[in-house]
């Protein structure tokens, strides 16, 4: 096999608080660095999927004949064919590994080919005749509990119920509002792929990029019918993720036709199957009732939130715990009324994106934040100070928060950051660009603020933990450390970090980090901003245990110091069912954003012109990564607020391709000025708060703020597009 | 068919080539060389920018038979052995890669713009680089890098 998962060391060496370089990047900029996308085997088979057109049918029967009769075809499966479990999923076991006899959404997978060329896999594909009884589909998130039950259960797949302080508080001014967000993708650039080696011991071998080797494994030896130790897991190079590996695509299809035909089979989507292979953030409903004194202090908040899971549940029982226990924002208030729905529909499946369930919230809370603002003629700033939570404040949850949030800080900072120079007549300055569509007329400018909150790690009782080894040997008269996990590098830098904590606890330089498998105990999820806090603290007690062995020795001679350790983080409780009050997360994580743009409003055309953050990241372990995961995650929110969006008519998506799903470009982004902040957390390991996913939620909100602030228009759902500030 | 083409200035011959295949998947999946990547296949993202005959093309857009007796210049074949091109150093250093998927196309599109123009202004290095996705960095630290090799030109 080629191109298999290299150990990494690094030319550059440094601890905590430093930014040495990734030890992965001289083999990703030389193009040698091995994504699942390119592995290769002598006598490898290409897989493929053929998948549901229609969103709802009944499948009366499948016809493989033709297509096994194509020359260079291994195999053609069907449901019949899967060996376990036909059925999976991150927390409902609700979603069939090749559908029985219905489809629930447009592109659920029905049969596999396996074949000699990609080419030949795609025309047998075609060739299976597949007879279906088309249903009408359900798609309006708030009525789909109501309407037709896709599931035996119903429709509903969780509801958070949230009763704080007096529910029939009144107040003096009272702000309501109705928001949508439409369905964002995580546009993961190194689509779903992976490479399936059948093994002597009847067990298989696959080589796959993902978020949580030890969840794909649970899963995929259940659909096998295998034990677990007979399905083992690598993780081969990760193009990107952002919460769209955290399920299933092609890891069991993969193996099955290995299985099946004896032969190490390959699957790579192209980017429009990617569209279809991965869950993608909810598209939202949010009824907001804000209600504050005439200083703007909130007295209550009231929130309705329906969030459309799609077809399978995956991780919506999640989101919907997020978006309802952040749901009234980094304020404070003690009357809160919050009923968040996560639904079944026929729209494409929804899960796990950056953000989880807070962005939806973020956009809707902080669009209330802004028109309370407005009423009370205060600033948009003044009047979220008024409110900011503060260390010691409570949840709506009754939890209280017990590291810092330095909330009005934030907002000050990203406020004192100089301004942008006025609109220069430059095209490649204007809305539109140099396609020439204005020199400046009817463009104006406006700047919108907004701050986010974020849980950090699993919530609601969740046993959340990592594994690390750290082993310790002199290599060339020098004390040398290999760290072990499973814990998936997504991008992010994990490996950095891994190598930096070592590094730092044991006195050593030279670290290796040994490719992520199966072999070693869970890693948990690259999800909830996590990694760097429980793989981290893994691997800075196994450093620990292994610090215990060595004692003041610089020269162990032949010794092998060798230290596996699990770590979790504090425990979390679960909600109470009634009143939705309980200590359920782990950590909070703030951001804010100053957003300043210039609107064409005659073509509706939006140019950002710059993009401020500050965030409290507890403790910047490597601080050139922290800063790329602020500017990473501000572009994606970008993106929600101006361009992206999954859009479906009839449960249908209309755009899977890069051509109509847009995200941002160099000429998108702006400049950005960003303040970090290192407010430890004493909970957690350096006193570290996650850093990912915060940027993401308050980018978004900022940005459609200072559209309005440009425009007067109210807009009240994301992305916003061009016919939404051109009422055309 | 055979295609014979030259691949990082590498006399090389690709069998039995189906005629719909893209010059990045012969590339790819039959020359061994995996550097230029597959993110879209559609000409949007611009992961697979090669060099043909010292113009930069989406690899993914051109028939392999179009590289008959022409030369191609891969992410692969930038640097020679062990060294990194000013470019790609200068992208580790900055903190340009993180999933690294988009990274190829772009070593290779600012490898063209350095060539063309000595000290490009941000301007002109956003166009450059206009026609490559990064979905991890929001592309600040990219300009920042690009910025780095163009200085020590």
Redesign the interface.
């Known amino acids: 096999m ?2 298999t998962p290299a150990e990494l060391t690094s030319a550059v060496s440094g601890g905590i608080g430093t ?1 040495p ?2 030890p ?3 083999l ?8 699942a ?2 592995l ?1 085997h002598e006598d490898m088979i290409w897989g493929a999927t053929l998948r549901s057109p229609h969103p709802y049918a009944r499948i009366k029967s499948i016809d493989i004949t033709e297509a096994l009769k194509i020359p260079g075809v291994y195999a053609v499966l069907t449901h019949e064919d899967v060996p376990g479990r036909n059925l999976y999923g991150l927390e409902h076991k609700d979603q069939p590994v090749l559908a029985v006899d219905i489809v629930r959404y447009q592109g659920e997978p029905i049969a596999l080919v396996g074949a000699d ?1 990609p ?1 030949t896999a795609n025309r047998a594909v075609k060739r299976i005749k597949v007879e279906f009884e088309v249903l009408t589909p359900v798609t309006d998130m708030e009525t789909a509990a109501d309407d037709t039950p896709l599931h035996p259960g119903g429709n509903l797949v969780r509801h958070v119920h949230i009763r704080r302080g007096d529910q029939n508080a009144e107040a003096e001014v009272v702000i309501t509002g109705r928001y949508e967000v439409g369905m964002q993708d ?6 779903e792929s992976g490479l399936a080696l059948p093994a002597e011991d009847g067990g298989v071998d696959l080589y796959i990029a993902t978020q949580w080797l030890h969840v794909d494994r649970a899963q995929t030896a259940a659909a096998l019918g295998l034990p677990e130790e007979k399905v083992r897991l690598t993780l081969s ?6 919460g769209g590996r955290e399920d299933l695509s092609m890891q069991v299809h993969a193996c099955m036709l290995a299985l099946h035909t004896g032969k190490p089979t390959k699957m ?1 989507y ?2 429009e199957e990617s569209f279809y292979g991965h869950v993608h953030r909810h598209p939202a409903v949010l009824y907001y009732e804000h209600g504050a004194d005439h200083t703007g202090k909130l007295v209550y908040v009231k929130a309705r939130i329906y969030l459309d899971g799609g077809a399978y549940a995956s991780s919506t029982p999640a989101v919907v715990a997020n978006a309802a226990t952040l749901g009234v924002g980094p304020y404070e208030a003690d009357n809160v009324t919050i009923d968040c729905y996560g639904v079944y529909t026929n729209n494409p499946p929804c899960g796990a994106m950056r953000g989880f369930g807070a962005v939806q919230a973020g956009f809707a809370y902080e669009s209330q934040m802004d028109k309370l603002a407005e009423a009370l003629n205060m600033s948009p700033v003044d009047v979220r100070i008024r409110n900011a939570m503060t260390e010691g404040s409570l949840m709506p949850t009754g939890q209280k928060v017990d590291s810092a949030a330095p909330v009005a800080q934030l907002l000050k900072l990203v406020q004192d950051k100089p301004m942008p120079p006025p609109a220069v007549n ?1 095209l ?2 204007m809305p539109g660009g ?1 396609s020439n569509t204005t020199h400046g007329e009817g463009v104006v400018r406006g700047v919108g603020y907004a701050v986010g909150i974020k849980n950090i790690c699993f919530s609601e009782g969740y046993d959340d933990y990592s594994t690390a080894r750290v082993r310790l040997q002199m290599v060339g008269g020098e004390l040398t450390a290999m760290v072990h996990t499973a814990a998936c590098e ?4 994990l490996v950095t970090i891994m190598q930096q904590i070592v590094r730092t606890e044991l006195g050593v330089e030279r670290v290796t980090v040994l490719p992520m498998d199966t072999s070693i105990g869970n890693g948990g999820s690259t999800s909830a901003s996590r990694q760097t806090y429980v793989t981290g603290g893994a691997v800075k007690a196994a450093c620990a245990a292994v610090r215990a062995k060595l004692g003041d020795r610089t020269d162990i001679g032949d010794e092998v110091i060798d230290e596996t350790v699990e770590w979790r983080h504090r425990a979390t409780e679960p909600l109470d069912p009634e009143t939705g009050q309980g200590n359920a997360h782990v950590q909070y994580g703030f951001a804010a954003h100053r957003a300043v743009v210039d609107v064409d409003t005659e073509l509706g055309l939006v140019k950002v012109v710059q993009l401020d953050c500050a965030q409290d990241v507890g403790k910047a372990l490597n601080p ?2 922290v ?2 995961q602020i ?6 929110g970008l993106g929600l607020a101006v361009m992206e969006e999954i859009q479906t008519a009839d449960g249908k998506v209309r755009n899977p ?3 109509d799903y847009l ?5 998108d ?1 702006p ?2 000025n960003i303040d970090v902040l290192e407010l430890a957390d004493p909970h957690a390991p350096y006193g570290i708060r996650g850093v990912g996913e915060p940027p993401t939620i308050s980018s978004t909100p900022a940005i459609v703020a200072a559209i309005r602030a440009a425009t007067g228009l109210a807009l009240t759902r994301v992305p916003v597009r061009p016919e939404h500030l051109t009422n055309t | 068919m055979r295609v014979n083409v030259t691949v990082n200035g590498e006399q090389r011959q690709a069998d039995d080539v189906w005629e719909g295949e893209s010059l990045l998947y012969m590339l790819r999946e039959r020359l061994g060389l995996p550097g230029s990547k597959n993110a879209c296949e559609q000409g949007e993202c611009g992961s697979c920018t090669v060099y043909l005959d010292d113009v930069p093309v989406c690899s993914c857009l051109v028939a392999a038979g179009q590289a008959q007796d022409r030369e191609v210049r891969t992410v692969e074949g930038l640097a020679e052995g062990e060294s990194l091109d000013p470019v790609q150093e200068a992208f580790v250093e900055a903190g340009a890669v993180q999933c690294g998927f988009c990274t190829p196309g772009l070593v290779v599109a600012a490898h063209d713009l350095l060539n063309r123009v000595d000290n490009p202004s941000d301007p002109e290095i956003r166009e450059a680089l206009a026609g490559n996705l990064c979905r991890c960095t929001g592309y600040e630290k990219i300009l920042d890098a690009v910025r780095l090799a163009a200085s020590r030109k």
Request: proline share 5%; aromatic share 10%; hydrophobic share 35%.
């Open positions: 080629t191109l930014s370089q990734r992965d990047g001289n990703k900029v030389r193009g040698e660095f091995a994504y996308s390119d290769w060329h080419e995580q546009a993961f650039l190194g689509p190079g990760v193009g990107g993720a952002f790579v192209n980017r430059d490649r300055h140099v997504v991008g992010q830098g050139q990564a800063v790329g500017q990473g995650g501000s572009a994606q391709s890069f051509t995200i941002p470009t160099v000429l982004m400049p950005m």
